[in-house]
């Protein structure tokens, strides 16, 4: 009898978590996060941080979605507060940034691929959940 430890298994996927969230247009949407990297040199945000979310409004068809942090920002936040920004809290404003974009755009698909937070952003979205 063969032992069931010897069994080769595939490796682990991740399991991303769908998540929904309703916007102030109407839409719901359904969205999971999908990585992040540093942006390619030769793209306009750059240099800056890409989280990229996969979405979806009508659970046919999925786009992808860039979140670009400015590294300007999180320097500029960095020196107004004394200390540098957490992973989670540049996810935080990655995500606030995806939920703005819900709630203000008509049409995110063809008007919210390429989303960029800036200082003044940044700010502003870390506040509203209370960093400081």
């Known amino acids: 009898m063969e032992n069931a430890h010897n069994i080769s298994m595939p490796p682990e996927k991740t399991i991303r978590r769908l998540k929904t969230y309703a916007g102030a247009q109407g839409y719901v949407y359904q969205y999971y996060f999908v990585g992040q990297r540093p942006a390619l040199a030769e793209d306009p945000e750059a240099p800056a941080i890409e989280f990229i979310f996969d979405v979806t409004s009508d659970r046919k ?6 979140v670009f942090l400015q590294e300007r920002a999180i320097t500029s936040w960095a020196a107004e507060h004394g200390r540098p920004l957490s992973e989670q809290e ?5 995500k606030l ?5 819900f ?8 008007q ?3 989303l960029a937070i800036d200082p ?3 700010a502003e ?3 509203s959940i209370g960093i400081e």
């Open 61 to 66: 068809l999925t786009y992808a979605i860039s």
């Open 90 to 94: 540049q996810y935080a404003a990655a």
């Open 97 to 101: 940034r995806l939920f703005r974009a």
């Open 103 to 110: 709630d203000e755009l008509e049409d995110v698909k063809e």
């Open 112 to 114: 919210g691929r390429r």
């Open 120 to 122: 003044t952003l940044l």
């Open 125 to 127: 979205s870390l506040m």
